[in-house]
Structures are given as structure tokens and as C-alpha cells.
């Protein structure tokens, strides 16, 4: 059974801080990727990666940035969160050949104050 | 600009009946189409798929239609059961898209027992 885990469901910080939201998958796929979720607008991919220390932008990447240093696990960082940036965020994992069929994370809903 | 757009933001339906949900893209280039499931506190997990040479694909209760002419998929759910309240993506991507998968903004559907 895929599982793929994020480091916490819940986050509060304050304006300005550095924030780091970890994943983890244990399906050995090669493409680990990073959402964000807001009401009305779905989700939208703020980077991807499709190997270990490879990442490429997605359609939000301004204020975050990313890390992958092992196959299994992508980090997220927000360098200095903003209140713009409360927000539910869902990391995927997919196969390199199939990049559609993503298995998602349960979430971590933050809040910036 | 969204290239996947979900007009109905919520759809109630009676047990027993069918559930119909629309989809609307504007890119001619997507040649694949998904629907994904989303509990709450739960990430979204994968439904079912459509490829462009099809119009039509069955999966169980869950049939998706694609009608590549009017850019619009629907997903049918017959019959519906109260084990169906969720929230649906639709999801497109092509090839011109790489990795990147769109994800439309959701429908909440409720299924009232």
C-alpha cells in the first residue's frame, strides 16, 4: 500500500519565519511534487521533482523553494513565510512513466500570521 | 486563467440516483483526463482516467465521458451512495504540459442517505 506521509497536519508561524514542510514516500517513485490547496482555485503545483537533487518549477514557485537530497523524501520551504501563504499543502509522489496517477500526502494546513 | 474549470462548486444528489459531474478545459493539447477523490483530512487519491482517443471509460459505479469537440468531461457515479461525499478533481495534462498536471477547482458532492 502506498504510503506517503507529511511531517505535520498542523502548523502555525509567525511572519517572517522559515518554515520547512517535509515528505516522505515509500513507494520508490522517482517524481515527488509539491501543491498548494485554496478554495476555488483546486490545486496548484508550486515545484516537482523527478530525481534526487532535481527540481523544476511549477506554475507558484515565488516564496518557496525546494530540497531533495534522498529519493524518498521532498522538502518545502518557505523562506519567509507571509500571510499569503496559509494555505493547505499536499505533497504527491508518481512513477517516472506515469506521472498522472500521483499518491497524496494527507495535507499540512498552515497558518501565517 | 484556469485550463480546468469546474463551474459547480457543490452537487447534492439522493442515495440510489446518479451523480453527474462536469468538467471544462480550455487547452487542445491535453490528451488525458483524471478525476480524483478527496476525503477530508485526507489527500486526494485516484479515481479513474480517460485517454483522448476514447470518449468513454467505465470503472464499476464510476463512468467517465469525454467529449473532445465541446472540451468537456463528465464523471457519472450510478448508483450513488453516501460513501461518495467527497470532493472530485477533475485533472488534465498533455504533452506540452511535461510533468504538470492541471487540476480543476473541485466539486463537493453530498450524497443524502
Known amino acids: 500500500d502506498v504510503k506517503v506521509t507529511q511531517s505535520s497536519r498542523y502548523l502555525v508561524k509567525r511572519t517572517g519565519e522559515k518554515v520547512f514542510l517535509e515528505c516522505v514516500q515509500d513507494?520508490?517513485?522517482?517524481?515527488m511534487f509539491w501543491y498548494r490547496q485554496d478554495p476555488g482555485l483546486g490545486l496548484r503545483l508550486i515545484y516537482f521533482?523527478?530525481?534526487?537533487?532535481?527540481?523544476e518549477k511549477g506554475d507558484i514557485p515565488e516564496g518557496y523553494s525546494v530540497s531533495r537530497e534522498k529519493k524518498e523524501r521532498f522538502s518545502l520551504i518557505l523562506e519567509s513565510a507571509s500571510t499569503n501563504q496559509t494555505s493547505m499543502y499536499l505533497c504527491?509522489?508518481?512513477?517516472?512513466?506515469?506521472?498522472?496517477?500521483?499518491?497524496f500526502g494527507p495535507g499540512t494546513r498552515l497558518t501565517v500570521l | 486563467d484556469q485550463q480546468v474549470k469546474q463551474n459547480s462548486p457543490s452537487l447534492s444528489v439522493q442515495e440510489g440516483r446518479i451523480s453527474i459531474l462536469n468538467c471544462d478545459y480550455t487547452?487542445?493539447?491535453?490528451?488525458?483526463f483524471l478525476w480524483y477523490k478527496k476525503y477530508p483530512a485526507e489527500g486526494p487519491t485516484f479515481l479513474i482516467s480517460?485517454?483522448?482517443?476514447?470518449d468513454k471509460n467505465e470503472d464499476g459505479r464510476f463512468t467517465v465521458f469525454l467529449n473532445k469537440s465541446a472540451k468537456h468531461l463528465s464523471l457519472h457515479i450510478v448508483p450513488s451512495q453516501p460513501g461518495d461525499s467527497a470532493v472530485y478533481f477533475c485533472?488534465?495534462?498533455?504533452?506540452?504540459?511535461?510533468?504538470?498536471?492541471?487540476f480543476g477547482a473541485g466539486t463537493r458532492l453530498f450524497v443524502k442517505a
Open positions: 487547452n487542445s493539447m491535453f490528451d488525458y
Open positions: 480517460i485517454s483522448s482517443i476514447k
Open positions: 485533472a488534465a495534462s498533455g504533452a506540452t504540459g511535461g510533468f504538470k498536471t492541471i
Open positions: 504527491a509522489s508518481s512513477f517516472r512513466e506515469d506521472t498522472d496517477t500521483q499518491y
Open positions: 521533482s523527478y530525481d534526487v537533487k532535481m527540481k
Open positions: 513507494m520508490d517513485h522517482e517524481n
